[in-house]
């Protein structure tokens, strides 16, 4: 059984920094690729950052770039989200979501391009 487990959510104030991270099971992790998404009350989903099964290529939504990094560390079957200088507009329910391909490189920025999905963990950003 698949699970996708995030984890590292809270309150910061404007311009503070946190982690996020999501542990994976029941998957080979270096067979996939990942992606965040977040979605904010009375919004869509959209997304933010993704990375490729090699850890090489990475995609960012254009508001968080210079400011987010996705990473991996398959050894650890954990992904992560460095999130730096936040702002109230980032605040949002932040999941992870995994996606099997065969492609070392690519990256992935549909939501319908991922298959397995996490519960998510609330990031507030105060101003």
């Known amino acids: 059984q698949v699970q996708l487990a995030e984890s590292g959510g809270g309150l910061v104030q404007t311009g503070g920094s946190l982690r996020l991270s999501c542990a994976a099971s029941?998957?080979?992790?270096?067979?996939?690729?990942m992606g965040w998404f977040r979605q904010a009350p009375g919004k869509e989903r959209e997304f933010v950052a993704a990375?490729?099964?090699?850890?090489?290529?990475?995609d960012y939504l254009d508001s968080v770039k210079g400011r987010f990094t996705v990473s991996r560390v398959d050894a650890k079957r954990t992904f992560y989200l460095q999130m730096n200088s936040l702002e109230p507009e980032d605040t949002a329910l932040y999941s992870c979501?995994?996606?099997?391909?065969?492609?070392?490189?690519?990256?992935?920025?549909?939501?319908?391009?991922?298959?397995?999905w996490g519960q998510g963990t609330q990031v507030t950003v105060s101003s």
């Open positions: 979501a995994a996606r099997l391909t065969i492609s070392r490189g690519s990256t992935y920025s549909t939501s319908g391009d991922y298959k397995y």
């Open positions: 029941g998957l080979t992790v270096n067979n996939y690729a």
């Open positions: 990375i490729s099964r090699s850890g090489d290529n990475t």
